[in-house]
């Protein structure tokens, strides 16, 4: 019986605000709280609110045979907290249906995994407690930052105790074999890899609208036919997607939410096809062969690897920088200037700097705030300068004479 596994991939950063070098020493705020808050009310009014309540009916509808998954980041949950508590209380509702699980991840949507082994799993377990308090549940599945994975990670990953990994379906790693099967990293005992079908989910995620499509406009009878169509030849469609696919990247003029309201209806008008959460996918179906990831992946760009993050010299600089004031950091024992830390560490920075062309590059350009990955950096820059500055003159008297 193949099963649809949906995934949505929830989170917004803090972005910094245009913090100039003659803000150093003056100014001691980073975030741009006006533009936070416009973006969340935004995406929450086109997106989050109107999703949830599709979701919800749909729930109901079918009787609890439609099932979802979301990993929400911890900063993208502060913001709920604070400026939408509405689209908190929705996701809430979703939760109680019994319906929906929610997935275990880095609190600040970082790339601690990279740098720092301790701040992972600080950050992993902080988000762990985040979701039990908000949603009453024990994550058993983990997902990576932009699903970033490889067999190291899997491993790390099993140890802490977690049934199932969700990442991409890359094609260089699977050859001429199909993502619809769990696999496994080749150095580990239990643990579980759900992997992405990217041709499937990118049809709703990324060319739903492209009236440039062969296949547009997608119904969703039709796309029903394409899922049925792999029957005999797989055990779960992976359909993973940013969950701001759904009103925010698809505006609801394409059609994107009367897709998603009869989709399911149409799915299960097959008898052996049902929706199931992540942690259900992974007890439901046997391991079928080895996924071997020596370097790490992600679901970003073309590439499918880290180019999106890291790379050029901007990013590059500006991550090692603000990793090596981890130590100091903790030893300060401000809980002030640790959570500015921690909320700088978020990956969205330094996807803001990259400076790649054609349309990978147009991507970033629509995601960042600032009007070139340059100023991305020169911001970023100059607030780990003050935030650095302050944590010496803070609490190490000597530099600060010597300053």
Known sequence: MPSICFYFQVHQPYRLKEYTFFDIGSNHSYLDDEKNREVLNKVSDKCYIPTNKLMLELIEKHQGK????????????????????????????????????????TYYHSLAFIFSREEFKRQIEQHRQLIKKYF???????RNTELQYNNELAKVIEDMGYDAIICEGVDRLLGDRSPNHLYKAPNVTKIKSLLKNYRLSDDIAFRFSDRNWSEWPLTAERYAEWV?????????????????????????????????????????????????????????????????AHHLISWADTERDLSAWLGN????????????????????????????????LTSDHFY???????????????????????????YFMNAMSDLGNRLRKKHHPKLKKKA
């Open 313 to 344: 010299p901007m990013q590059d600089e500006a991550i090692a920088k603000i990793y090596e004031l981890e130590q100091e950091i903790y030893d300060s024992n401000d809980k002030e200037l640790l959570d500015t830390w921690k909320k700088m």
């Open 136 to 142: 009453k549940q024990e994550p058993k599945v983990f």
């Open 228 to 292: 049925h169509s792999v029957a005999g030849h797989g055990e779960t469609i992976n359909l993973f997607m940013d969950y701001e696919t759904f009103g925010e990247h698809q505006w609801a003029q394409s059609g994107i939410f009367e897709f998603m309201r009869y989709m399911p209806g149409y799915v299960l008008k097959h008898p052996d096809f049902d929706f199931k959460t992540v942690s259900e996918t992974a007890a439901a179906y046997p391991v079928r062969d080895v996924y071997d």
């Open 352 to 378: 803001y700097m990259c400076t790649k062309y054609w349309a990978d590059g147009d991507v970033h350009k629509y995601f960042s705030p600032y009007d070139s990955p340059y100023d991305a950096y020169i």
């Open 66 to 105: 439609f099932k979802i998954s979301y990993s929400i980041s911890g900063v993208a949950l502060e913001q709920f907290a604070e400026w939408r508590p509405d689209v908190l209380q929705s996701f809430i509702e979703l939760a109680n249906t019994g319906c929906v699980e929610f997935i275990s991840e």
